[in-house]
T-cell receptor, first 115, second 116 residues
Framework: GENVEQHPSTLSVQEGDSAVIKCTYS??????FPWYKQELGKGPQLIID?????GEKKDQRIAVTLNKTAKHFSLHITETQPEDSAVYFC??????????????FGQGTELSVKP | DTAVSQTPKYLVTQMGNDKSIKCEQN?????MYWYKQDSKKFLKIMFS???????INETVPNRFSPKSPDKAHLNLHINSLELGDSAVYFC???????????????FGPGTRLTVT
């Protein structure tokens, strides 16, 4: 069935360092890959996304890469700050006609940025 | 503020009771979702509605019944609550329109349900 594996489950970095979170998806028909940040007691917040016709996307300190052949995608955060500390989720979806937009989530990565 | 809102934020109830969670979005979206987040923070879709029509039902027990009175609201009613229903329930919405792909989903703040 559809599955998204996310690693690592926890990640601790020093402020200013980079953080990388990796995901692998099983459904080759997936065409949309968002990343969400969830702070304690809040709902997931969409921070960046990538569609299957693009290999890389960047927004300030965050970037996402997609390797469709290997069915891998990754989140890169540079110059980390304490406020980046949160749980990050990757997801995959078959966005399209009559697909309903169902997001299959990874297990989450708890990122801790130490000042 | 434009957003997805949910009420209540916390819900504590006893086994066997029936309860409802309400969701409203004022983003003008026409697709809405319910997700369940378990104690290990795993997020799983439960339902999806597009223009008041059910389009996803992910093998959720029929004790759970979503209702969409209009495309801005999607409520979740749960009958005969069980201990295993304890979780955080998130509502989300997406700007999918008929004939166009669903992409970005925006989540509400969540409702923490505790069944005792």
């Amino acid at each position: 069935g559809e599955n998204v594996e996310q690693h690592p489950s926890t990640l601790s970095v020093q402020e200013g360092d980079s953080a990388v979170i990796k995901c692998t998806y099983s459904d080759s028909a997936s065409n949309y890959f968002p990343w969400y940040k969830q702070e304690l007691g809040k709902g997931p917040q969409l921070i960046i996304d990538i569609r299957s016709n693009v290999g890389e996307k960047k927004d300030q300190r965050i970037a996402v890469t997609l390797n469709k052949t290997a069915k891998h995608f990754s989140l890169h955060i540079t110059e980390t700050q304490p406020e980046d500390s949160a749980v990050y989720f990757c997801a995959a979806s078959r966005a399209g006609h009559n697909q309903g937009g169902k997001l299959i989530f990874g297990q989450g990565t708890e990122l801790s940025v130490k000042p | 503020d434009t957003a997805v809102s949910q009420t209540p934020k916390y819900l504590v109830t006893q086994m066997g009771n029936d309860k409802s969670i309400k969701c409203e979005q004022n983003l003008g979206h026409d697709t809405m979702y319910w997700y369940k987040q378990d104690s290990k923070k795993f997020l799983k879709i439960m339902f999806s509605y597009n223009n008041k029509e059910l389009i996803i039902n992910e093998t959720v027990p029929n004790r759970f019944s979503p209702k969409s009175p209009d495309k801005a609201h999607l409520n979740l009613h749960i009958n005969s609550l069980e201990l295993g229903d304890s979780a955080v329930y998130f509502c989300a919405s997406s700007p999918r329109t008929s004939g166009r792909p669903a992409y970005e989903q925006y989540f509400g703040p969540g409702t923490r349900l505790t069944v005792t």
